[in-house]
Protein backbone atom coordinates (compact mmCIF):
# COMPACT_ATOMS: atom_id res chain seq x y z
CA UNK A 1 0.00 0.00 0.00
CA UNK A 2 1.97 3.08 -1.17
CA UNK A 3 1.60 5.98 1.60
CA UNK A 4 -0.86 8.82 1.76
CA UNK A 5 -0.22 11.74 -0.61
CA UNK A 6 -1.46 14.94 1.65
CA UNK A 7 -2.16 18.29 -0.33
CA UNK A 8 -2.63 21.54 0.49
CA UNK A 9 -4.88 23.48 -0.81
CA UNK A 10 -7.37 27.67 0.21
CA UNK A 11 -10.31 25.91 -1.97
CA UNK A 12 -11.22 22.01 -2.34
CA UNK A 13 -13.87 21.34 -4.87
CA UNK A 14 -15.23 17.61 -4.70
CA UNK A 15 -16.80 16.85 -8.35
CA UNK A 16 -15.26 18.23 -11.03
CA UNK A 17 -18.58 18.13 -13.07
CA UNK A 18 -21.18 20.76 -14.54
CA UNK A 19 -21.06 22.98 -10.92
CA UNK A 20 -17.41 22.34 -9.66
CA UNK A 21 -15.67 23.21 -13.24
CA UNK A 22 -17.40 26.52 -13.02
CA UNK A 23 -17.11 27.04 -9.30
CA UNK A 24 -13.15 26.38 -9.50
CA UNK A 25 -13.03 29.03 -12.64
CA UNK A 26 -14.78 31.75 -10.80
CA UNK A 27 -13.24 31.13 -7.29
CA UNK A 28 -9.58 31.97 -9.40
CA UNK A 29 -10.81 34.98 -11.30
CA UNK A 30 -12.18 36.48 -7.86
CA UNK A 31 -9.10 35.73 -6.06
CA UNK A 32 -6.14 34.61 -8.92
CA UNK A 33 -4.10 34.64 -5.80
CA UNK A 34 -5.81 31.06 -4.21
CA UNK A 35 -4.99 27.97 -4.94
CA UNK A 36 -7.83 25.88 -6.01
CA UNK A 37 -8.16 21.68 -6.31
CA UNK A 38 -10.79 20.05 -7.84
CA UNK A 39 -11.12 16.09 -6.49
CA UNK A 40 -12.92 13.78 -9.37
CA UNK A 41 -13.45 10.52 -9.46
CA UNK A 42 -13.20 10.33 -13.29
CA UNK A 43 -11.39 12.72 -15.18
CA UNK A 44 -12.59 15.91 -15.63
CA UNK A 45 -12.61 16.06 -19.42
CA UNK A 46 -15.60 13.31 -19.34
CA UNK A 47 -17.08 12.87 -16.22
CA UNK A 48 -20.48 13.51 -14.44
CA UNK A 49 -23.89 13.87 -16.24
CA UNK A 50 -22.33 15.75 -19.30
CA UNK A 51 -19.87 13.31 -20.27
CA UNK A 52 -21.91 12.73 -23.25
CA UNK A 53 -22.83 16.37 -24.08
CA UNK A 54 -26.12 17.88 -24.12
CA UNK A 55 -28.64 19.56 -27.03
CA UNK A 56 -29.89 22.19 -24.98
CA UNK A 57 -29.73 24.79 -22.03
CA UNK A 58 -33.11 24.17 -20.05
CA UNK A 59 -32.88 27.65 -17.78
CA UNK A 60 -32.39 30.75 -19.29
CA UNK A 61 -34.02 33.68 -18.89
CA UNK A 62 -35.27 34.31 -22.92
CA UNK A 63 -36.52 37.59 -23.45
CA UNK A 64 -39.59 38.78 -21.75
CA UNK A 65 -38.80 36.35 -18.41
CA UNK A 66 -37.41 38.11 -15.64
CA UNK A 67 -35.52 35.97 -12.00
CA UNK A 68 -39.14 36.78 -10.57
CA UNK A 69 -41.19 34.97 -12.88
CA UNK A 70 -38.93 32.49 -13.15
CA UNK A 71 -39.35 32.03 -9.40
CA UNK A 72 -42.89 31.40 -10.17
CA UNK A 73 -42.81 29.21 -12.92
CA UNK A 74 -40.24 26.67 -10.87
CA UNK A 75 -42.47 27.22 -7.64
CA UNK A 76 -45.64 25.81 -9.53
CA UNK A 77 -43.91 23.07 -10.72
CA UNK A 78 -42.72 22.22 -7.40
CA UNK A 79 -46.61 22.33 -6.39
CA UNK A 80 -46.01 25.41 -4.40
CA UNK A 81 -43.22 24.47 -2.30
CA UNK A 82 -39.48 25.46 -3.16
CA UNK A 83 -36.92 28.30 -1.43
CA UNK A 84 -37.14 30.95 -3.54
CA UNK A 85 -34.61 32.44 -1.71
CA UNK A 86 -32.01 30.17 -3.59
CA UNK A 87 -33.98 30.26 -6.98
CA UNK A 88 -34.04 34.20 -7.31
CA UNK A 89 -29.85 34.21 -6.81
CA UNK A 90 -29.40 31.50 -9.19
CA UNK A 91 -32.10 33.00 -11.71
CA UNK A 92 -30.13 35.96 -11.56
CA UNK A 93 -26.93 34.29 -12.88
CA UNK A 94 -28.18 32.21 -15.62
CA UNK A 95 -27.81 34.26 -18.63
CA UNK A 96 -24.10 35.56 -17.42
CA UNK A 97 -23.13 32.04 -17.07
CA UNK A 98 -24.55 30.66 -19.87
CA UNK A 99 -22.52 33.76 -22.21
CA UNK A 100 -19.50 32.93 -20.05
CA UNK A 101 -19.37 29.37 -21.10
CA UNK A 102 -20.27 30.55 -25.03
CA UNK A 103 -16.91 32.53 -24.74
CA UNK A 104 -14.98 29.63 -23.19
CA UNK A 105 -16.44 27.64 -26.91
CA UNK A 106 -19.97 26.69 -26.88
CA UNK A 107 -21.36 26.84 -29.69
CA UNK A 108 -24.79 28.31 -29.44
CA UNK A 109 -26.73 28.41 -32.98
CA UNK A 110 -28.04 31.83 -33.02
CA UNK A 111 -30.95 33.97 -35.34
CA UNK A 112 -30.12 36.69 -38.12
CA UNK A 113 -30.30 39.22 -35.11
CA UNK A 114 -27.70 37.66 -33.70
CA UNK A 115 -30.43 36.40 -30.94
CA UNK A 116 -30.04 33.20 -28.83
CA UNK A 117 -32.40 30.06 -30.09
CA UNK A 118 -35.50 29.62 -27.94
CA UNK A 119 -36.67 26.04 -27.46
CA UNK A 120 -39.97 26.25 -25.48
CA UNK A 121 -39.88 29.12 -23.01
CA UNK A 122 -37.30 28.58 -20.50
CA UNK A 123 -34.75 26.88 -23.03
CA UNK A 124 -32.24 27.47 -25.98
CA UNK A 125 -30.45 25.22 -28.14
CA UNK A 126 -26.60 24.53 -28.08
CA UNK A 127 -24.31 22.22 -30.41
CA UNK A 128 -23.07 20.47 -26.70
CA UNK A 129 -21.44 17.35 -27.54
CA UNK A 130 -17.90 18.52 -26.29
CA UNK A 131 -19.27 20.77 -23.56
CA UNK A 132 -17.98 18.68 -20.98
CA UNK A 133 -14.04 19.37 -22.58
CA UNK A 134 -15.03 22.93 -23.16
CA UNK A 135 -15.23 23.11 -18.90
CA UNK A 136 -12.18 21.08 -18.80
CA UNK A 137 -9.63 23.64 -20.94
CA UNK A 138 -11.52 26.54 -19.23
CA UNK A 139 -10.19 24.74 -15.90
CA UNK A 140 -6.77 24.22 -16.83
CA UNK A 141 -6.23 27.22 -18.76
CA UNK A 142 -7.63 29.27 -14.71
CA UNK A 143 -4.89 27.51 -13.18
CA UNK A 144 -6.64 24.81 -11.28
CA UNK A 145 -5.18 21.41 -9.98
CA UNK A 146 -6.91 18.35 -10.45
CA UNK A 147 -6.74 15.53 -9.33
CA UNK A 148 -8.31 13.41 -11.55
CA UNK A 149 -9.44 9.27 -10.74
CA UNK A 150 -9.70 9.93 -7.05
CA UNK A 151 -12.70 9.50 -5.33
CA UNK A 152 -13.61 11.21 -2.37
CA UNK A 153 -14.97 9.50 0.84
CA UNK A 154 -15.02 11.80 3.76
CA UNK A 155 -15.03 15.19 4.93
CA UNK A 156 -12.26 16.55 7.29
CA UNK A 157 -12.80 18.12 10.29
CA UNK A 158 -11.36 20.09 13.21
CA UNK A 159 -13.55 21.28 16.04
CA UNK A 160 -16.94 21.14 13.93
CA UNK A 161 -15.37 23.23 10.83
CA UNK A 162 -14.81 21.20 7.63
CA UNK A 163 -11.15 21.24 6.87
CA UNK A 164 -10.69 19.08 3.47
CA UNK A 165 -11.42 15.63 2.79
CA UNK A 166 -9.79 12.30 2.14
CA UNK A 167 -9.86 10.54 -1.35
CA UNK A 168 -9.05 6.92 -2.68
CA UNK A 169 -7.26 7.27 -6.28
CA UNK A 170 -9.38 4.99 -8.19
CA UNK A 171 -5.85 3.56 -10.18
CA UNK A 172 -3.29 3.30 -7.87
CA UNK A 173 -5.24 3.01 -4.82
CA UNK A 174 -3.36 5.78 -2.69
CA UNK A 175 -4.94 7.73 0.02
CA UNK A 176 -5.02 11.18 -0.81
CA UNK A 177 -5.40 13.88 2.42
CA UNK A 178 -6.29 17.21 1.27
CA UNK A 179 -6.60 19.91 3.61
CA UNK A 180 -8.56 22.83 2.76
CA UNK A 181 -9.49 26.22 4.08
CA UNK A 182 -12.93 26.40 2.05
CA UNK A 183 -14.38 23.20 0.65
CA UNK A 184 -17.22 22.75 -1.98
CA UNK A 185 -19.21 19.57 -2.49
CA UNK A 186 -20.34 19.24 -5.98
CA UNK A 187 -20.77 15.61 -6.92
CA UNK A 188 -24.27 15.29 -7.87
CA UNK A 189 -26.90 13.26 -7.07
CA UNK A 190 -27.65 9.46 -6.17
CA UNK A 191 -28.38 7.19 -8.70
CA UNK A 192 -28.95 2.89 -8.16
CA UNK A 193 -30.63 3.36 -5.33
CA UNK A 194 -33.31 1.64 -7.17
CA UNK A 195 -33.73 -1.20 -9.32
CA UNK A 196 -33.27 0.14 -12.57
CA UNK A 197 -35.40 -0.74 -15.84
CA UNK A 198 -32.49 -2.34 -17.19
CA UNK A 199 -31.44 -5.47 -15.48
CA UNK A 200 -28.27 -7.66 -15.91
CA UNK A 201 -25.51 -6.00 -18.76
CA UNK A 202 -27.72 -3.08 -19.40
CA UNK A 203 -28.34 -1.99 -15.80
CA UNK A 204 -26.16 0.50 -15.97
CA UNK A 205 -28.84 2.21 -19.28
CA UNK A 206 -30.15 4.49 -17.17
CA UNK A 207 -31.06 8.42 -17.16
CA UNK A 208 -28.72 9.85 -14.51
CA UNK A 209 -25.21 8.99 -14.40
CA UNK A 210 -24.53 5.84 -13.28
CA UNK A 211 -21.39 6.79 -11.54
CA UNK A 212 -22.72 9.91 -9.39
CA UNK A 213 -23.58 7.84 -5.80
CA UNK A 214 -24.75 9.79 -3.85
CA UNK A 215 -21.33 10.27 -2.18
CA UNK A 216 -21.80 13.66 -1.58
CA UNK A 217 -24.67 13.45 -0.07
CA UNK A 218 -23.16 10.61 2.16
CA UNK A 219 -20.33 12.55 2.97
CA UNK A 220 -22.69 15.24 4.80
CA UNK A 221 -24.40 12.92 6.03
CA UNK A 222 -22.30 11.19 8.11
CA UNK A 223 -20.18 14.51 8.98
CA UNK A 224 -23.36 15.12 10.65
CA UNK A 225 -24.81 17.94 7.74
CA UNK A 226 -28.44 19.01 7.71
CA UNK A 227 -30.41 17.38 4.15
CA UNK A 228 -33.71 18.50 3.09
CA UNK A 229 -36.35 17.44 1.31
CA UNK A 230 -35.14 13.88 -0.36
CA UNK A 231 -38.82 12.64 -0.18
CA UNK A 232 -39.03 14.75 -3.13
CA UNK A 233 -37.40 12.29 -5.56
CA UNK A 234 -37.46 12.62 -9.42
CA UNK A 235 -38.39 10.09 -12.07
CA UNK A 236 -37.77 10.78 -15.54
CA UNK A 237 -40.05 10.83 -18.50
CA UNK A 238 -37.73 8.56 -20.67
CA UNK A 239 -37.76 6.45 -24.09
CA UNK A 240 -38.55 2.57 -23.43
CA UNK A 241 -35.03 0.46 -23.16
CA UNK A 242 -32.64 3.35 -24.67
CA UNK A 243 -33.50 5.53 -21.71
CA UNK A 244 -32.98 8.63 -24.10
CA UNK A 245 -34.51 12.33 -23.27
CA UNK A 246 -38.25 12.91 -23.86
CA UNK A 247 -37.82 16.84 -23.88
CA UNK A 248 -36.16 16.60 -27.09
CA UNK A 249 -38.93 14.76 -28.60
CA UNK A 250 -42.12 16.47 -26.89
CA UNK A 251 -40.32 20.41 -26.88
CA UNK A 252 -38.58 20.42 -30.15
CA UNK A 253 -40.66 18.15 -32.47
CA UNK A 254 -44.09 18.69 -30.68
CA UNK A 255 -44.89 15.16 -30.22
CA UNK A 256 -47.84 14.43 -27.76
CA UNK A 257 -48.33 11.73 -25.39
CA UNK A 258 -50.78 9.07 -26.67
CA UNK A 259 -52.12 5.70 -24.32
CA UNK A 260 -52.38 2.31 -26.00
CA UNK A 261 -55.56 3.35 -27.31
CA UNK A 262 -53.82 5.94 -29.28
CA UNK A 263 -55.66 8.96 -26.98
CA UNK A 264 -53.70 12.14 -26.01
CA UNK A 265 -54.80 11.63 -22.34
CA UNK A 266 -53.13 14.62 -20.92
CA UNK A 267 -55.41 16.66 -22.85
CA UNK A 268 -58.54 14.59 -21.61
CA UNK A 269 -58.34 12.88 -18.59
CA UNK A 270 -55.79 15.26 -17.20
CA UNK A 271 -56.74 18.22 -18.83
CA UNK A 272 -57.30 19.39 -15.37
CA UNK A 273 -53.96 19.36 -14.30
CA UNK A 274 -53.05 21.75 -17.37
CA UNK A 275 -52.24 18.71 -20.05
CA UNK A 276 -48.65 19.09 -21.70
CA UNK A 277 -48.46 22.10 -19.50
CA UNK A 278 -48.90 20.29 -16.10
CA UNK A 279 -46.06 20.47 -13.49
CA UNK A 280 -43.11 17.33 -14.39
CA UNK A 281 -44.32 15.14 -11.78
CA UNK A 282 -48.05 14.84 -12.91
CA UNK A 283 -46.46 14.44 -16.45
CA UNK A 284 -44.87 11.48 -15.22
CA UNK A 285 -47.75 10.67 -13.02
CA UNK A 286 -50.21 10.95 -15.83
CA UNK A 287 -48.50 7.75 -17.81
CA UNK A 288 -47.89 5.58 -14.65
CA UNK A 289 -51.62 5.59 -13.49
CA UNK A 290 -52.35 4.87 -17.48
CA UNK A 291 -50.28 1.85 -17.54
CA UNK A 292 -51.22 0.98 -13.47
CA UNK A 293 -55.04 1.03 -14.54
CA UNK A 294 -54.45 -0.74 -17.88
CA UNK A 295 -54.20 1.58 -20.72
CA UNK A 296 -50.32 1.06 -21.74
CA UNK A 297 -47.74 0.97 -22.56
CA UNK A 298 -47.66 4.94 -23.51
CA UNK A 299 -46.20 6.73 -26.33
CA UNK A 300 -45.02 10.25 -27.28
CA UNK A 301 -46.68 10.42 -30.96
CA UNK A 302 -43.56 11.07 -33.71
CA UNK A 303 -46.05 9.76 -36.57
CA UNK A 304 -46.29 12.06 -39.43
CA UNK A 305 -43.07 13.83 -39.06
CA UNK A 306 -41.30 14.56 -42.56
CA UNK A 307 -38.20 13.25 -43.34
CA UNK A 308 -36.14 16.58 -43.03
CA UNK A 309 -37.69 16.59 -39.43
CA UNK A 310 -36.97 13.07 -38.68
CA UNK A 311 -33.25 14.09 -39.83
CA UNK A 312 -33.51 16.66 -37.67
CA UNK A 313 -34.62 14.90 -34.68
CA UNK A 314 -32.11 12.15 -34.95
CA UNK A 315 -28.85 15.19 -35.46
CA UNK A 316 -30.17 16.53 -32.42
CA UNK A 317 -30.16 13.26 -30.39
CA UNK A 318 -26.49 12.85 -32.15
CA UNK A 319 -25.06 15.73 -29.72
CA UNK A 320 -26.19 14.01 -26.71
CA UNK A 321 -27.58 10.66 -26.90
CA UNK A 322 -26.67 9.03 -30.14
CA UNK A 323 -27.63 5.29 -28.88
CA UNK A 324 -31.10 6.02 -29.38
CA UNK A 325 -30.10 6.63 -32.79
CA UNK A 326 -28.63 3.39 -32.72
CA UNK A 327 -31.34 1.61 -31.49
CA UNK A 328 -33.50 2.95 -34.27
CA UNK A 329 -31.22 1.80 -36.96
CA UNK A 330 -30.42 -1.76 -35.49
CA UNK A 331 -34.39 -2.54 -34.96
CA UNK A 332 -35.62 -0.95 -38.31
CA UNK A 333 -37.67 1.66 -36.31
CA UNK A 334 -38.68 4.81 -38.70
CA UNK A 335 -40.18 7.41 -35.79
CA UNK A 336 -42.54 8.87 -38.65
CA UNK A 337 -43.89 5.89 -38.68
CA UNK A 338 -44.55 4.62 -35.27
CA UNK A 339 -44.45 6.40 -32.07
CA UNK A 340 -41.66 6.08 -29.47
CA UNK A 341 -42.84 4.38 -26.31
CA UNK A 342 -42.05 5.99 -23.14
CA UNK A 343 -41.58 4.81 -19.53
CA UNK A 344 -40.68 6.38 -16.00
CA UNK A 345 -37.55 5.68 -14.97
CA UNK A 346 -36.56 4.14 -11.09
CA UNK A 347 -36.18 7.01 -8.59
CA UNK A 348 -33.56 9.12 -8.37
CA UNK A 349 -31.92 11.83 -5.53
CA UNK A 350 -31.40 14.71 -7.75
CA UNK A 351 -31.18 18.50 -6.55
CA UNK A 352 -31.05 19.98 -9.88
CA UNK A 353 -33.80 18.66 -10.90
CA UNK A 354 -36.11 18.07 -7.60
CA UNK A 355 -34.82 19.43 -4.08
CA UNK A 356 -32.49 16.71 -2.53
CA UNK A 357 -29.72 18.02 -0.99
CA UNK A 358 -27.72 19.97 2.30
CA UNK A 359 -29.96 22.52 3.46
CA UNK A 360 -27.89 25.98 2.45
CA UNK A 361 -27.83 29.50 2.56
CA UNK A 362 -28.39 32.09 0.04
CA UNK A 363 -24.23 32.07 -0.46
CA UNK A 364 -24.56 27.96 -0.28
CA UNK A 365 -23.04 27.74 2.82
CA UNK A 366 -24.04 24.08 4.69
CA UNK A 367 -25.07 23.55 8.33
CA UNK A 368 -21.22 22.90 8.64
CA UNK A 369 -18.71 25.56 9.09
CA UNK A 370 -16.13 25.72 5.77
CA UNK A 371 -18.20 23.58 3.76
CA UNK A 372 -20.74 24.71 0.61
CA UNK A 373 -22.59 23.35 -1.86
CA UNK A 374 -23.25 22.95 -5.38
CA UNK A 375 -25.46 22.03 -7.97
CA UNK A 376 -27.14 18.91 -7.71
CA UNK A 377 -25.88 18.34 -4.53
CA UNK A 378 -27.82 21.52 -3.18
CA UNK A 379 -30.93 20.92 -2.27
CA UNK A 380 -33.90 23.76 -1.77
CA UNK A 381 -33.82 24.90 -5.40
CA UNK A 382 -35.20 22.29 -8.23
CA UNK A 383 -35.20 23.20 -12.07
CA UNK A 384 -31.79 24.28 -12.03
CA UNK A 385 -30.37 21.67 -14.90
CA UNK A 386 -27.09 22.63 -16.40
CA UNK A 387 -26.88 26.41 -16.41
CA UNK A 388 -28.33 27.09 -12.49
CA UNK A 389 -25.67 24.03 -11.70
CA UNK A 390 -23.06 26.70 -13.20
CA UNK A 391 -24.99 29.70 -11.31
CA UNK A 392 -24.91 27.62 -8.24
CA UNK A 393 -21.01 27.04 -8.79
CA UNK A 394 -20.03 30.79 -9.12
CA UNK A 395 -22.01 32.02 -6.15
CA UNK A 396 -20.16 28.91 -3.74
CA UNK A 397 -17.40 29.27 -5.17
CA UNK A 398 -17.58 32.94 -4.06
CA UNK A 399 -18.70 32.84 -0.83
CA UNK A 400 -15.80 29.73 -0.55
CA UNK A 401 -13.55 32.34 -2.01
CA UNK A 402 -13.89 34.94 0.63
CA UNK A 403 -13.77 32.54 3.44
CA UNK A 404 -10.87 30.77 2.67
CA UNK A 405 -8.94 34.61 2.19
CA UNK A 406 -10.04 34.83 6.08
CA UNK A 407 -9.29 31.73 7.68
CA UNK A 408 -5.93 29.80 8.28
CA UNK A 409 -4.81 25.81 6.96
CA UNK A 410 -6.27 23.50 9.93
CA UNK A 411 -5.14 19.93 10.59
CA UNK A 412 -7.68 17.57 10.39
CA UNK A 413 -8.70 15.43 14.20
CA UNK A 414 -5.79 13.21 13.94
CA UNK A 415 -8.53 10.72 15.27
CA UNK A 416 -10.78 11.25 12.26
CA UNK A 417 -8.17 10.56 9.77
CA UNK A 418 -7.03 7.37 11.27
CA UNK A 419 -10.82 6.11 11.55
CA UNK A 420 -11.61 7.60 7.98
CA UNK A 421 -8.38 5.90 6.60
CA UNK A 422 -9.41 1.93 8.52
CA UNK A 423 -12.90 2.90 6.58
CA UNK A 424 -11.72 3.05 3.40
CA UNK A 425 -9.42 -0.10 3.42
CA UNK A 426 -11.73 -2.29 5.16
CA UNK A 427 -13.08 -3.95 2.87
CA UNK A 428 -9.69 -4.64 0.97
CA UNK A 429 -8.44 -6.62 4.16
CA UNK A 430 -11.51 -8.26 5.38
CA UNK A 431 -10.88 -9.79 1.92
CA UNK A 432 -6.78 -10.46 2.19
CA UNK A 433 -7.21 -11.61 5.42
CA UNK A 434 -10.54 -14.27 5.16
CA UNK A 435 -11.50 -14.02 1.73
CA UNK A 436 -15.15 -15.04 1.05
CA UNK A 437 -17.78 -12.21 1.87
CA UNK A 438 -20.51 -9.98 0.53
CA UNK A 439 -19.78 -8.51 -2.98
CA UNK A 440 -20.06 -5.09 -3.63
CA UNK A 441 -22.60 -6.21 -6.30
CA UNK A 442 -24.64 -8.48 -4.47
CA UNK A 443 -25.13 -5.58 -1.36
CA UNK A 444 -26.11 -3.14 -4.45
CA UNK A 445 -28.72 -5.89 -5.51
CA UNK A 446 -30.14 -6.33 -2.18
CA UNK A 447 -30.42 -2.44 -1.86
CA UNK A 448 -31.92 -2.23 -5.10
CA UNK A 449 -34.49 -4.56 -4.55
CA UNK A 450 -35.57 -3.49 -1.05
CA UNK A 451 -36.01 -0.19 -2.41
CA UNK A 452 -37.77 -1.16 -5.09
CA UNK A 453 -40.03 -3.17 -3.29
CA UNK A 454 -41.26 -1.44 -0.23
CA UNK A 455 -39.83 2.39 -0.80
CA UNK A 456 -42.04 2.98 -4.23
CA UNK A 457 -40.00 1.68 -7.30
CA UNK A 458 -40.56 0.76 -10.91
CA UNK A 459 -42.62 -2.20 -9.23
CA UNK A 460 -45.06 -0.08 -7.12
CA UNK A 461 -45.73 2.20 -10.05
CA UNK A 462 -43.72 4.18 -7.47
CA UNK A 463 -46.47 4.46 -4.91
CA UNK A 464 -45.96 4.18 -1.31
CA UNK A 465 -47.07 3.86 2.08
CA UNK A 466 -46.20 3.92 6.03
CA UNK A 467 -45.76 -0.25 6.86
CA UNK A 468 -44.28 -0.93 3.90
CA UNK A 469 -41.69 2.35 4.69
CA UNK A 470 -41.46 0.91 7.96
CA UNK A 471 -40.47 -2.61 6.23
CA UNK A 472 -37.54 -0.79 3.88
CA UNK A 473 -36.59 0.46 7.18
CA UNK A 474 -36.09 -2.88 9.11
CA UNK A 475 -34.40 -3.86 5.57
CA UNK A 476 -31.93 -1.53 5.87
CA UNK A 477 -30.49 -2.24 8.92
CA UNK A 478 -30.32 -5.89 8.14
CA UNK A 479 -28.52 -4.64 5.27
CA UNK A 480 -26.32 -2.47 6.92
CA UNK A 481 -25.54 -5.29 9.62
CA UNK A 482 -23.64 -7.07 6.87
CA UNK A 483 -21.10 -4.30 6.13
CA UNK A 484 -18.72 -6.14 8.37
CA UNK A 485 -18.85 -8.59 5.40
CA UNK A 486 -18.48 -6.26 2.69
CA UNK A 487 -15.13 -7.33 0.61
CA UNK A 488 -13.66 -5.88 -2.21
CA UNK A 489 -10.94 -8.29 -4.31
CA UNK A 490 -9.03 -5.38 -5.86
CA UNK A 491 -9.06 -1.87 -6.51
CA UNK A 492 -11.88 -1.63 -8.41
CA UNK A 493 -13.95 -3.51 -5.98
CA UNK A 494 -13.23 -1.10 -3.39
CA UNK A 495 -14.38 1.57 -5.10
CA UNK A 496 -17.33 -0.28 -5.44
CA UNK A 497 -17.74 -0.77 -1.76
CA UNK A 498 -17.71 2.68 -1.08
CA UNK A 499 -20.40 3.11 -3.88
CA UNK A 500 -22.83 1.08 -2.39
CA UNK A 501 -22.25 2.15 1.15
CA UNK A 502 -22.58 5.51 0.26
CA UNK A 503 -26.28 4.31 -1.51
CA UNK A 504 -26.98 2.66 1.62
CA UNK A 505 -26.50 5.77 4.11
CA UNK A 506 -28.72 8.24 1.26
CA UNK A 507 -31.27 5.25 1.35
CA UNK A 508 -31.99 5.35 4.66
CA UNK A 509 -32.21 9.27 5.11
CA UNK A 510 -34.44 9.11 2.26
CA UNK A 511 -36.58 6.72 3.38
CA UNK A 512 -36.74 8.39 6.91
CA UNK A 513 -37.83 11.60 4.79
CA UNK A 514 -40.55 9.42 2.79
CA UNK A 515 -41.98 8.42 6.02
CA UNK A 516 -42.04 11.41 7.51
CA UNK A 517 -44.17 14.11 5.21
CA UNK A 518 -47.92 12.65 5.63
CA UNK A 519 -48.92 13.73 2.32
CA UNK A 520 -49.03 13.62 -1.51
CA UNK A 521 -46.87 16.59 -2.20
CA UNK A 522 -45.18 15.69 -5.58
CA UNK A 523 -47.98 12.53 -7.23
CA UNK A 524 -45.49 10.34 -9.41
CA UNK A 525 -42.56 11.70 -7.45
CA UNK A 526 -43.86 11.25 -3.72
CA UNK A 527 -47.25 9.05 -3.96
CA UNK A 528 -48.47 7.84 -0.97
CA UNK A 529 -51.65 5.71 -0.99
CA UNK A 530 -52.03 5.95 2.96
CA UNK A 531 -51.89 10.21 2.77
CA UNK A 532 -53.29 10.85 -1.11
CA UNK A 533 -53.77 14.20 -0.99
CA UNK A 534 -51.73 17.31 -0.99
CA UNK A 535 -52.48 19.22 2.39
CA UNK A 536 -50.74 22.49 2.71
CA UNK A 537 -52.44 23.50 5.92
CA UNK A 538 -49.92 20.68 7.35
CA UNK A 539 -47.28 20.08 5.34
CA UNK A 540 -46.73 24.21 2.94
CA UNK A 541 -43.00 23.60 5.13
CA UNK A 542 -39.70 22.05 4.09
CA UNK A 543 -38.88 18.25 5.83
CA UNK A 544 -34.98 18.27 7.01
CA UNK A 545 -32.98 15.45 8.30
CA UNK A 546 -29.61 15.13 10.33
CA UNK A 547 -27.73 12.12 11.06
CA UNK A 548 -25.74 12.24 14.94
CA UNK A 549 -22.14 11.57 13.85
CA UNK A 550 -21.83 9.67 17.07
CA UNK A 551 -25.33 7.54 17.47
CA UNK A 552 -26.12 7.19 13.80
CA UNK A 553 -29.75 8.53 14.97
CA UNK A 554 -31.51 10.52 12.10
CA UNK A 555 -33.53 13.16 13.43
CA UNK A 556 -35.80 14.95 11.52
CA UNK A 557 -36.88 18.39 11.31
CA UNK A 558 -39.30 21.41 10.29
CA UNK A 559 -38.24 24.79 8.18
CA UNK A 560 -40.79 26.95 7.35
CA UNK A 561 -41.67 28.03 3.66
CA UNK A 562 -41.50 31.81 2.87
CA UNK A 563 -43.14 33.14 -0.57
CA UNK A 564 -40.67 35.93 -1.60
CA UNK A 565 -42.12 36.56 -5.08
CA UNK A 566 -45.54 37.71 -5.43
CA UNK A 567 -48.28 35.05 -7.55
CA UNK A 568 -50.01 32.32 -7.03
CA UNK A 569 -47.92 29.27 -5.79
CA UNK A 570 -49.54 26.70 -8.19
CA UNK A 571 -49.39 28.80 -11.68
CA UNK A 572 -45.76 29.64 -13.23
Not at 474 to 490: F, G, H, I, K, M
Request: charged fraction near 25%; include cysteine; glycine fraction near 10%.
Amino acid sequence: MLPPRVVETDVLIIGGGTAGCLAAVEAKEVRPDLRVTIMEKANVERSGCLAAGMNAINAYLNPGETPESFVRYVRADAMGLVREDLVLSLAKELNRVVKKVETWGLPIPKDDKGSYLARGRWNIRIYGESLKPILARAVYKAGVAVLNRVAATGLLRRGGRVVGAIGLGVRDGRLYLVKAKATIVATGGAAGIYKPNNDGSAHHVMWYCPFNTGAGYAMGIRAGAEMTTFEMRFVALRTKDVIAPTGTLALGFGARQINARGEPFLQTRFASWGGERAPTCLRVHAPTLEAREGRGPCYLDTRGLSAAKVKELKAAYLDMYPNLVLYWAANGIDPAVEPVEIEGTEPYLVGGHCQAGYWVEEDRRTTLEGLYAAGDVAGGAPYKFVSGCWAEGAIAARAAAAYAARVDLSEPEPEEVAAETARVYAPARRYEEGGDGVTPAEMEERLQKIMDRYAGGISTFYALHGESLQVALRELSRLRAQLPYLVARDRHELVKAHEVIDRLDVAEVLVHHLLYRRETRWPGFQTRFDYPERDDAHWLKFVNSRRDPETGRIEMYERPYRQLVPGDRYRG
